[in-house]
């Protein structure tokens, strides 16, 4: 009889935590401490059928160099980036991390434009939401800092009050004349991460017969802020042409 009571109490507790947790408000912001360090790793996949296809892996390693006040100060450099691109039946590989002598003139020729990027350093100042206060890449390499600025990839940005299960925020981003906008809607809140889906929308999409849908999932961390994990898809179709892109991205600290 006493072992069924404990059993009844164990499993009320449970339920009674789920609860609890589900109803659970947390600000969302970023924590580093100077010398944290991160791993992060991304994957695009862009499909632009039947132009052209490509698919790049970028390693990169985020550090926290101090603080301006109550901003946070950070440095990303790129470790290792992969990429295959396929148009027009022709495939053209590159590893960073491959020998010359592994390479032909083509992927040479991708060595030494993407070379000046590999060995550049970003310094990022954000706020504690992740909004970017400074940025600026040393030494300046023409054309590098486009993945930086697609700023929801790297660092995401949070709403300044508390969000709990059926919380939303938006974040609108310029990319080239078009406008992106993102709706992140909390699912789920455990004691070590938030859950958001993500929907959204793109304006300024030329082409009366534009049809784009956006959608993906994220997994943030409580206690750093970090994006643990992400995946974003952008399906387009315009003028006879489809194109879909898939952005995954993981993080973990070193």
Request: charged fraction near 25%; hydrophobic fraction near 40%.
């Amino acid at each position: 009889m006493i072992n069924t009571i404990k059993k009844i109490v164990t499993v009320f507790l449970l339920v009674a935590s789920v609860s609890i947790a589900a109803q659970e408000s947390v600000l969302l912001q970023y924590n580093f401490k100077k010398g944290d360090q991160y791993l992060i790793e991304m994957n695009l996949k862009q499909d632009m059928a039947p132009i052209m296809s490509m698919d790049i892996d970028l390693s990169m390693v985020m550090k926290s160099i101090g603080k301006d006040g109550n901003n946070l100060k950070n440095t990303y450099q790129i470790k290792r980036m992969k990429m295959l691109m396929g148009a027009q039946g022709q495939n053209i590989e590159f590893d960073s991390d491959a020998k010359d002598e592994d390479l032909n003139d083509e992927e040479k020729k991708m060595k030494a434009e993407i070379e000046p990027a590999l060995k550049a350093i970003i310094y990022q100042t954000i706020d504690r939401t992740g909004k970017v206060v400074e940025q600026k890449m040393v030494p300046d390499v023409k054309g590098a800092m486009s993945l930086m600025n697609q700023n929801q990839f790297t660092n995401m940005e949070y709403p300044t009050t508390p969000v709990k299960v059926g919380s939303s925020w938006n974040y609108s981003q310029n990319m080239n004349g078009t406008n992106m906008k993102v709706k992140y809607t909390v699912t789920k809140i455990t004691k070590e991460n938030v859950f958001a889906d993500i929907t959204g929308e793109i304006e300024g999409v030329s082409g009366t017969e534009a049809d784009v849908s956006i959608g993906g999932k994220t997994k943030i961390d409580r206690s750093s802020g970090m994006v643990v994990d992400m995946n974003f898809v952008m399906n387009m179709s315009a003028s006879g042409m489809g194109i879909k892109m898939n952005v995954a991205m993981k993080s973990k600290k070193m």
